[in-house]
């Protein structure tokens, strides 16, 4: 899991999500599930912590060691698409 600071730190990330186009299916709202490169599913939670920080886990080997991977961030895309739906509904 790690924090969200800025979006400077998903910069990396994001370009890898774009450049794979990986696949990015929706669980509930805040859950999803990432193809990885191996044909895989990786579980992602994006959500707020107690101090109301926006945190994004992911159930893959680098997110585990605290690096932000692509998964989180194909995630996010969703995530934040959808979030944003929901305030203008």
């Not at 990432?34 to 994006?46: A, R």
């Not at 998964?71 to 509904?89: D, F, K, V």
Request: net charge positive.
């Amino acid at each position: 899991m790690f924090i969200l600071k800025s979006k400077a730190q998903l910069e990396k990330a994001i370009a890898k999500a774009r450049k794979i186009r990986t696949q990015v299916k929706f669980i509930s709202f805040g859950v999803y599930e990432v193809k990885g490169t191996k044909g895989n599913f990786y579980k992602v939670k994006c959500e707020k912590n107690a101090a109301g920080e926006r945190t994004i886990s992911c159930e893959c080997l680098g997110s585990e060691r605290g690096f932000v991977c692509y998964h989180s961030a194909a995630a996010l895309a969703l995530h934040t698409g959808l979030a944003r739906q929901r305030q203008t509904a």
